[in-house]
């Protein structure tokens, strides 16, 4: 059987390699990197036109922006993940591992999707589903999030330090608000489609992951990411649910939020939560999706 790049690299070395990556936004002074993908140049690469993008190095796979980088640097999406590019399908797939590290998640769920779905065709729900990722993963994207997940009637994603910043906690918890804030539950006529978000703050293991087809996969893994799921389903419609882990990380002050002792599936102990709601403004301004 062939063996993969990363079989001869020590353990070690890439548990520091993606430990240094995920904290710090680069990789050690020692892993070869073009001036291009310096994370100095990020901010520039996001305005680039236009998604969908790299989730690991957000370069654009599509619009003016994804032709000129394709002619010239040969960016393309993955043939192993359409999600990454192929640099950085090289990048995990010579170091296929990963590290633990402190981030932050989130979990955002359409609420009601069985009703929602028996009310109208099934293309009328794919086309509601399909703006609701768009208007999720261009917030998470713009939070420096990597979007781990659409899958069924919801999002996955996760806010590494190295990427999204030390305060990745407060990010998250942004991030959850504008999403409520871009699917409508802030105008008095209701949300064009219904939402609840979880955001939890922990320990998990951040790295390429391998299927059995041997596909490379950037993925969270661990209880924290398995909490963070929980909250989410456990979201009301415009609600944000954040543990308390994720609160004390973010800085925030507990006092006149709601709280809430949950019962999650799956642990042996309750859950202590607050409760972030989006109400309806008086401008009656709506969320763009």
């Known amino acids: ?30 892993v070869p990197c073009p001036w291009y993908d310096s994370k100095h140049l990020r901010w520039l690469v996001r305005k680039l036109p236009r998604a ?8 654009p796979f599509h619009g003016v922006g994804g032709t000129v980088l394709r002619v010239a640097l040969g960016r393309i999406p993955s043939r192993l993940n359409p999600q990454i590019c192929n640099e950085c399908e090289q990048f995990a797939e010579k170091y296929r591992g990963g590290a633990e590290v402190e981030l932050s998640m989130l979990f ?3 609420r009601g999707s069985t009703g929602l779905a028996e009310g109208m065709s099934p293309s009328a729900f794919s086309d509601i589903i399909n703006r609701f990722y768009r208007a999720s993963t261009r917030v ?9 997940k659409l899958i069924g009637d919801g999002v996955t994603a996760f806010f590494v330090p190295g990427i999204a910043g030390s305060h990745h906690a407060d990010v998250a918890i942004a991030a959850a608000r ?19 978000v979880g955001v939890h703050t922990g320990i998990a293991f951040v790295g390429a992951a391998t299927s059995e087809a041997g596909v490379v996969d950037i ?7 398995n909490t963070a799921a929980r909250l989410g389903s456990e979201a009301l419609r415009g609600e ?37 709601q989006v109400k ?5 301004r709506q969320g763009q999706g």
């Open 240 to 276: 944000v649910v954040v543990s308390e882990e994720a609160i004390v990380a973010a800085g925030l002050q507990p006092k006149g939020m709601e709280s809430r002792r949950l019962q999650l599936k799956g642990r042996s102990q309750p859950v202590n939560v607050r409760v972030l």
């Open 140 to 148: 998470l994207f713009k939070s420096n999030a990597l979007v781990e």
């Open 52 to 59: 969908p993008r790299c989730r690991i190095c957000y370069f």
């Open 108 to 110: 955002a769920d359409v």
């Open 1 to 30: 059987m062939m063996k993969s790049m990363s079989d001869a690299i020590d353990p070690a070395t890439i548990e520091g390699v993606w430990r240094t990556y995920l904290t710090t936004g680069d990789p050690p002074d020692f």
């Open 178 to 196: 504008s999403i409520l804030h871009v699917t409508g539950h802030d105008d008095p006529a209701g949300p064009w489609i219904p939402v609840g």
């Open 280 to 284: 309806p403004n008086v401008s009656g």
């Open 219 to 225: 993925t969270a893994l661990g209880d924290a990411v």
